[in-house]
């Protein structure tokens, strides 16, 4: 190599002679040359270096991206369902001895030498335990023992089983030997002419589905146990005869909740089998109607045209999630559009539970929302007024919001712009106008938890019975949920609000009585126990037979 390299060297030096340049100058102009070169390579390779770094870095976090969506999605499949959060106790406001779970508050279990179960409402028999005749002998010196008093326990809590009866309504004729006229005794109706179910056991199929979630198919077996062979698709036909005479009253809910001023809505996927696709059960909302009244609708598609067209002549405040097709409804004049700020927290709370890290920038967010759901606690719990709660919502909340409006802005961009913690800090920023406009109306309330609470029921139904058969068969749903739902929020007893619907039923077809009458919250209390009393008078007599 050595010899080489000379070789090359005289070469270089003759011909640099013959044209009589000196060898020491072409030696610099070639070493410059190369140098010049040698530069334009490390040049290259290092802005591949930082083109490689780049795509490192980027490739980092894809996969720190994908990473956080996996561990998102094992959480929401297999993870808890509830956010929980607990608030440290104000400082403005009166202590209570009180939990705050989300916007949810409940009391705290205390020690209590009573039971915890309250017995109060239920009928109570007393099964009396007496000695014998000759056992009431002193058995120290046979003398007569005396009656000192009695022993009444708490009482155990029994139940007397299921069991079905035939119930054969004989009708007394009458008539006149003169005229030949003719009177019979009348019965009422039944709630389907001509079919085998009374209104007992209609009302038991509507609350075991629509309340318990037993898909029919389980009914029918559980009938089946105990000596009836009522097939699935007879319960099924039974159920849609029943949503077809009780309509009217849908039409009644839509009146009662377009007719409020402050709304929640939301909306929650359900899969259709004809036709095959997955459709969306909408819910609609009014806190303060009554205590409370909820409608459903189904619809095949999650087009922002579904809630436009619903709420086409509703006025007043609307309150929803950041879902983009409650955009147009937003932009109304006569709408105020809110925004649910435990959305843009539970965002935050799945950043914490993917990573794991109690002491981030999520974890921080958090935390900061945590007063905000201590004041509202406190105030329900109270029963302020709207205008209180206006009052408290702009001294107390809006300072806390507004530094954590400051904060998010100055954080983001420190933050991996393709992060799940990006796009929850991006997702509150984006919502801002939205979630701080709940400060300005007492009526409103700080998230829409109570619509989810309610949709949450229909997603545990939806793990039983899977799916819905067709539109037709989901407004039928959509009436029942409605009313079962709503009896619960009005502390009705679903089952016995029912029964009462079906008594009614054929006097809701021929339009002799206001469908908005027999509303949960409008429903007339001394005719409903009236009707209870008799059902119970009713039952006792078919007891004392067995």
């Known amino acids: 190599m050595a010899v080489y390299f000379i070789m090359i060297a005289a070469m270089l030096t003759q011909d640099c002679t013959r044209q009589g340049m000196p060898f020491e100058q072409f030696q610099f102009a070639y070493l410059g040359i190369q140098l010049n070169k040698l530069t334009q390579e490390n040049n290259h390779l290092r802005a591949e270096q930082q083109q490689d770094a780049i795509k490192i870095t980027f490739l980092e976090e894809e996969i720190a991206r994908l990473k956080e969506q996996l561990q998102l999605a094992q959480q929401r499949h297999f993870g808890k369902k509830r956010d929980t959060v607990e608030p440290p106790v104000n400082p403005e406001l009166s202590e209570s001895t009180h939990q705050t779970v989300a916007s949810y508050s409940r009391k705290k279990k205390t020690k209590s030498c009573g039971r915890l179960i309250d017995l109060s409402s239920l009928p109570h028999h007393y099964f009396n335990h007496d000695l014998a005749q000759e056992d009431k002998i002193c058995c120290g010196c046979n003398n007569p023992l005396h009656f000192i008093g009695k022993e009444i326990p708490d009482g155990q809590l029994e139940i007397l089983p299921q069991r079905f009866y035939v119930a054969v309504h004989v009708r007394y004729k009458y008539g006149c030997y003169a005229c030949e006229t003719i009177k019979m005794a009348p019965k009422e109706m ?102 409370g009244l909820i409608v459903f609708e189904l619809s095949l598609t999650r087009s922002a045209e579904v809630a436009e067209k619903r709420l086409a002549s509703f006025k007043g405040l609307l309150q929803t999630d950041g879902y983009n097709g409650y955009q147009g409804l937003r932009k109304r004049e006569n709408i105020a559009g809110l925004g649910c700020i435990t959305h843009a927290r539970r965002k935050f709370s799945e950043v914490v539970k993917i990573t794991k890290n109690q002491q981030g920038i999520a974890a921080e967010a958090i935390e900061r929302l945590k007063p905000l759901y201590e004041l509202e606690s406190r105030m329900r719990e109270q029963e302020y007024s709207f205008h209180t709660r206006k009052r408290l919502r702009q001294k107390i909340a809006w300072p806390i919001l507004k530094e954590l409006g400051s904060w998010l802005k100055k954080t983001i961009p420190s933050v991996p712009p393709k992060s799940q913690l990006a796009k929850a800090i991006q997702y509150s920023l984006n919502q801002w106008p939205y979630l701080i406009k709940y ?108």
């Open 190 to 291: 039944a709630p389907i002419p001509k079919a085998l179910a009374g209104g007992s056991v209609l009302a038991e199929v509507l609350v075991n589905k629509y309340q318990y979630h037993l898909p029919l198919y389980r009914q029918s077996k559980i009938m089946a146990s105990l000596g009836v062979l009522v097939p699935d698709n007879t319960l099924g036909n039974w159920v849609m005869q029943i949503g077809g005479g009780l309509t009217k009253l849908h039409a009644a809910f839509w009146d009662a909740i377009l007719s409020s001023s402050y709304l929640q809505v939301d909306e929650t996927p359900v899969k259709i089998l004809k036709p095959e696709k997955k459709g969306y059960l909408w819910s609609y909302f009014a806190p303060w109607v009554g205590q």
């Open 439 to 546: 400060l300005r109306h007492g009526q409103a309330e700080i998230d829409t938890n109570w619509v989810e609470g309610e949709i949450r029921n229909i997603a545990i139904g939806k793990k039983n019975w899977m799916f819905i058969g067709n539109k037709n068969s989901g407004q039928v749903h959509s009436l029942f949920y409605s009313l079962v739902l709503s009896a619960l929020l009005n502390k009705l007893n679903p089952r016995l609000y029912l029964h009462f619907l079906l008594s009614k039923i054929h006097d809701i077809r021929r339009g002799t009585v206001d469908p908005i009458t027999l509303l949960p919250h409008t429903i007339n209390q001394n005719e409903l126990t009236a009707f209870a009393r008799k059902l119970f008078a009713d039952a006792k007599k078919v007891l004392d037979t067995f």
